[in-house]
């Protein structure tokens, strides 16, 4: 059975920092490309960032670049997002997703697995 399990939102002030994980499982993660796609109370599914299948290309949204940091683990089958200096614009729920086509990690392509999602919330 194929996971990809989420974890590590929170509620946190403005300015602050938060690490969220993505465990895989059920398929061969390190041949998948990763990505991380939020969606806003409201709002439509964004793309954040992606990760190609060896961590060796990032891409990051215009919107939370130089402040965000995706990278990945194929011996853990886990994905991260590093958030800091968050801003109340950052409050979504953060998807992870995995992908065989490798134009995800730019922000395009199609994703064959999804997560459940984890809550971030930047609030004062």
């Known amino acids: 059975e194929v996971q990809l399990v989420e974890s590590g939102g929170d509620l946190v002030q403005p300015g602050g920092s938060l690490r969220l994980s993505c465990a895989a499982s059920?398929?061969?993660?390190?041949?998948?490309?990763m990505s991380w796609v939020r969606q806003a109370p409201g709002k439509g599914l964004q793309w954040v960032s992606g990760?190609?299948?060896?961590?060796?290309?990032?891409s990051y949204a215009d919107s939370v670049k130089g402040r965000f940091t995706i990278s990945r683990d194929n011996a853990k089958n886990t994905v991260y997002l590093q958030m800091n200096s968050l801003k109340p614009e950052d409050t979504a729920v953060y998807y992870c997703?995995?992908?065989?086509?490798?134009?995800?990690?730019?922000?395009?392509?199609?994703?064959?697995?999804w997560g459940q999602g984890t809550q971030v919330t930047v609030s004062s």
């Open positions: 059920g398929f061969t993660f390190s041949s998948y490309a």
């Open positions: 997703a995995a992908a065989r086509d490798q134009t995800v990690v730019a922000g395009g392509g199609q994703y064959d697995y």
């Open positions: 990760i190609g299948s060896s961590g060796g290309s990032t």
